[in-house]
């Protein structure tokens, strides 16, 4: 109950901020998704491997002297000893699954953004992102590469919302439904990328985010003479 309690007066104390700031479409250029930021952060996010259908990879998550996040582990691809499976070697880090709140079912708007920001530290190995929204098939995962440019170093990765592709156990599917991003339920990393050996990813956190000229997949004109509704859209697009 006291878990309930402080969840639902989060959500009304944040519908009220945006209320009093006369946003009534809730537009901001910035939401938080996830962050960690010291250990007690980490009871937020849940891990897994391949050992959940007996495989051998295994998978860690700590916090660094700076207090934040190191997924990391040793991804092996040795097969179970069940002969169903033809493949093995993936290890992932997620958030909780949303609890409901007094205003609903605690999941949260992604339409009201154009991006989702990560602040990352990456070694050289192959990893994705991971969107989960409300859907019928548990599996199924809106997915995108997390494209690194400086391994070993932290950078801030941008990545357009609509890009992300829908998966089912790692498989891109046939037909690509546009997610239900008005109820997303949780955000995380995974590795796949079949090479046996260990693999380090930290990162600070993950926003959703609009530029001053983005409103989710609109644009937000400015109020400039230079910006009207004749403006070219594609040059204005041009200035993110």
């Known amino acids: 109950m006291t878990g309930y309690l402080s969840r639902s007066a989060k959500a009304i104390k944040e519908?009220?901020?945006m209320i009093y700031n006369a946003d009534y479409m809730f537009r901001?250029?910035?939401?938080?998704?996830?962050?960690?930021?010291?250990?007690?952060?980490?009871?937020?996010?849940?891990?897994?491997?391949?050992?959940?259908i007996g495989g051998f990879s295994d998978v860690w998550l700590d916090t660094t002297i700076s207090g934040h996040a190191k997924f990391h582990g040793y991804?092996?691809?040795?097969?179970?000893?069940?002969?169903?499976?033809?493949?093995?070697?993936?290890?992932?880090?997620?958030?909780r699954d949303p609890k409901p709140d007094i205003l609903g079912a605690g999941t949260w708007d992604s339409s009201l953004y154009r991006y989702l920001a990560l602040r990352v530290k990456a070694d050289r190995r192959k990893y994705f992102v991971n969107l989960k929204s409300d859907t019928l098939i548990?599996?199924?995962?809106y997915q995108h590469l997390l494209p690194i440019r400086?391994?070993?170093?932290?950078?801030?990765?941008?990545?357009?919302?609509?890009?992300?592709?829908?998966t089912s156990n790692s498989v891109i599917l046939a037909a690509q439904p546009a997610m239900a991003s008005t109820k997303m339920e949780t955000a995380g990393f995974s590795i796949s990328d079949r090479r046996e050996g260990p693999f380090s990813l930290e990162f600070a956190w993950v926003k959703a985010i609009n530029t001053n000229?983005?409103?989710?997949?609109?644009?937000?004109?400015?109020?400039h003479t230079e910006v009207t509704w004749k403006t070219d859209f594609d040059k204005l697009d041009k200035r993110l």
């Not at 932290?154 to 357009?160: A, R, S």
């Open 28 to 52: 901001a250029l910035e939401r938080p998704v996830a962050s960690v930021a010291c250990s007690g952060d980490l009871d937020n996010w849940v891990k897994g491997s391949d050992r959940d």
């Open 150 to 166: 400086t391994p070993g170093r932290w950078e801030t990765v941008i990545l357009p919302f609509n890009a992300f592709t829908l």
């Open 75 to 95: 991804i092996s691809q040795k097969l179970p000893e069940d002969t169903r499976y033809k493949r093995s070697g993936y290890a992932m880090v997620r958030t």
């Open 138 to 141: 548990n599996t199924d995962i």
């Open 213 to 223: 000229f983005t409103f989710g997949e609109l644009l937000r004109l400015s109020y």
């Open 15 to 17: 519908t009220a901020t």
